[in-house]
């Protein structure tokens, strides 16, 4: 079936690195990549997705490319901020929405 | 417009009761959906209900779980007979239908702890 794998954490980075998350993933067909996002006390919320191969999705600096060829969603941003510590989830959606084990990032200042 | 509601924000219970959770997904969306979030886990898919179409139980884990969705709207998770293992939060998310791109909006949870 339908699976997703990223990294484990805990992250701990200072304020302004670059930050990685990776995330791989095995399904059939085509699936739509998501990252979502859960800050400490909220709920879960859509960071960005991509939902065909070579696209790229962005948000709040943040970016995810589909990449096909390696069954990759690695989640970047050039300079993490504090406010950036929250728990980051990769996604796929098949027939129904899978989710990795998540990973969390700590921002320090 | 309001968010996803769930209620109650927490739950504690006996081993043995049984719980109901309630969610409200945002008015319009057709599509409903169940996770359970154990500590240290990602999120496991229960229960997923389309309109009026059979709902996909595939990841309900035991008969004690069920779940119903009345008039297309609010939604209940019932927990029969429930085992500490059960302790979770328990996530309701919908979306506007079930495609590859909408995005699913989730609720605050109910963090469920059987004693």
């Known amino acids: 079936g339908n699976s997703v794998t990223q990294m484990e954490g805990p992250v701990t980075l200072s304020e302004e690195a670059f930050l990685t998350i990776n995330c791989t993933y095995t399904?059939?067909?085509?699936?739509?990549l998501f990252w979502y996002v859960q800050y400490p006390g909220e709920g879960l919320q859509l960071l960005l997705k991509?939902?065909?191969?070579?696209d790229k999705g962005s948000n709040k600096g943040f970016e995810a490319t589909y990449r096909k060829e390696t069954t990759s969603f690695h989640l970047e941003k050039g300079s993490v901020q504090v406010s950036d510590s929250a728990v980051y989830f990769c996604?796929?959606?098949?027939?129904?929405?899978?989710f990795g084990a998540g990973t969390i990032l700590r921002v320090k200042s | 417009g309001a968010g996803v509601s769930q209620s109650p924000s927490n739950k504690v219970t006996e081993k043995g009761k049984d719980v109901e959770l309630r969610c409200d997904p945002i008015?319009?969306?057709?599509?409903l959906y169940w996770y359970r979030q154990s500590l240290g886990q990602g999120l496991e898919f229960l229960i997923y209900?389309?309109?009026?179409?059979?709902?996909?139980k595939s990841g309900l884990p035991s008969d004690r779980f069920s779940a119903e969705r009345t008039g297309g709207s609010v939604s209940t998770l019932t927990i029969q007979r429930t085992q500490q293992e059960d302790s979770a939060v328990y996530l309701c998310?919908?979306?506007?239908?079930?495609?590859?791109?909408?995005?699913?909006?989730f609720g605050p949870g109910t963090r469920l702890t059987v004693l």
């Open positions: 399904a059939t067909g085509y699936p739509s």
């Open positions: 209900f389309q309109g009026n179409s059979a709902p996909d």
């Open positions: 008015s319009g969306h057709t599509a």
């Open positions: 998310a919908s979306s506007l239908a079930d495609s590859r791109s909408d995005e699913q909006f």
């Open positions: 996604a796929l959606y098949g027939n129904k929405l899978v």
């Open positions: 991509a939902t065909k191969a070579d």
